[in-house]
């Protein structure tokens, strides 16, 4: 669920870096601390937030504590785009916001963007802001409960989570909710299988289907071959089940449409199965 700015509980929260360790072949693990963390949304799931990834120095419009998402937006288009940070998606990772901490699991892309190279390069001490939930604003409002969470399975009794490595610290969100007994089924698109570590602890019974990407291989591409395997095998078992079924997945956005075809070519009706963009394939500007 996304507000609307003037209605986001989202504030500008200030982060410094404590650790960054590179904890699998693709990923290296922010380990962030701070007063303003004590404020964040401990909710797990795939929570998304933003960060605001520095070019050298932050400008000082964006330095005021605490600004609310519309504000902080405001003064960001205001920039110039030489000074302006580069704004990144990434799921809330481990949250312990009493103790002022938050992890952030970054996918170093073959051709790191902004935020993977910030990610490379961080070192303790160095700067961070984030655009995240604050907790006492989402409990002044009951429907805001769920800003940012795009997992919604309702009544479902079988779930289907898929996604390429940029998914995987939103599928270890969402598998660490589920009840041991889940019927869910895990379809992973990997380059190298050490970076299933991520998931691995969190699959109870769970046996993914793990599509390798080999390289130069297009981004998506063997996820999309698992998907089209599983709904060709279980699609129309699951579009029987209704609203008792439900579906989630994430990988580079141009093959976002074509996995909700193979679903809904199966029979799923599309309320019952979310499928998202985590990342482009392309050069970006910001």
């Known amino acids: 669920?996304?507000?609307?700015?003037?209605?986001?509980?989202?504030l500008l929260l200030g982060a410094t870096v404590r650790s960054a360790e590179r904890?699998?072949?693709?990923?290296?693990?922010l380990a962030l601390h701070g007063a303003d963390l004590?404020?964040?949304?401990?909710?797990?799931?795939?929570?998304?937030?933003?960060?605001?990834?520095?070019?050298?120095?932050?400008?000082?419009?964006?330095?005021?504590?605490?600004?609310?998402?519309?504000?902080?937006?405001r003064r960001w288009r205001?920039?110039?785009?030489?000074?302006r940070p580069a704004l990144r998606s990434y799921t809330v990772g481990e949250?312990?916001?009493?103790?002022?901490?938050?992890?952030?699991?970054?996918?170093?892309?073959?051709?790191?963007?902004?935020?993977?190279?910030w990610a490379l390069a961080a070192r303790p001490g160095h700067p961070l802001l984030l655009s995240a939930p604050d907790a006492g604003l989402e409990r002044a409002a009951g429907d805001?409960?769920?800003?940012?969470?795009?997992?919604?399975?309702?009544?479902?009794?079988?779930?289907?989570?898929?996604?390429?490595?940029?998914?995987?610290?939103?599928?270890?969100?969402?598998?660490?909710?589920?009840?041991?007994?889940?019927?869910?089924?895990?379809?992973?698109?990997?380059?190298?299988?050490?970076?299933?570590?991520?998931?691995?602890?969190?699959?109870g019974g769970a046996v993914p289907d793990v599509r390798m990407r080999e390289p130069g291989t297009p981004g998506g591409l063997p996820l999309l071959d698992g998907v089209a395997a599983w709904a060709?095998?279980?699609?129309?078992?699951?579009?029987?089940?209704?609203?008792?079924?439900?579906a989630w997945s994430a990988t580079e956005t141009a093959r976002v449409a074509r996995i909700r075809s193979l679903l809904?070519?199966?029979?799923?009706?599309?309320?019952?199965a979310h499928a998202q963009g985590y990342w482009n394939d392309r050069p970006r500007s910001d």
């Open 1 to 10: 669920m996304t507000l609307p700015q003037d209605r986001s509980p989202n």
């Open 23 to 29: 904890v699998t072949p693709g990923f290296v693990r």
């Open 38 to 73: 004590e404020r964040l949304v401990d909710r797990g799931l795939d929570q998304r937030m933003k960060l605001l990834v520095p070019r050298g120095a932050y400008p000082a419009e964006l330095l005021e504590p605490l600004l609310p998402e519309r504000e902080w937006r």
């Open 78 to 83: 205001a920039l110039d785009p030489a000074a």
């Open 95 to 117: 949250a312990r916001p009493a103790l002022g901490e938050l992890d952030v699991d970054v996918f170093v892309h073959a051709e790191p963007g902004p935020a993977s190279a």
């Open 144 to 203: 805001r409960v769920a800003h940012g969470v795009q997992w919604h399975p309702g009544a479902a009794e079988r779930m289907l989570l898929a996604g390429d490595e940029t998914a995987f610290p939103a599928i270890a969100g969402i598998l660490r909710t589920l009840p041991s007994e889940a019927a869910v089924e895990v379809v992973l698109q990997v380059a190298d299988r050490a970076d299933l570590a991520l998931v691995e602890p969190f699959l």
């Open 232 to 246: 060709d095998a279980h699609g129309a078992a699951a579009a029987a089940l209704g609203d008792r079924f439900f």
């Open 264 to 272: 809904t070519a199966a029979g799923i009706r599309s309320d019952r």
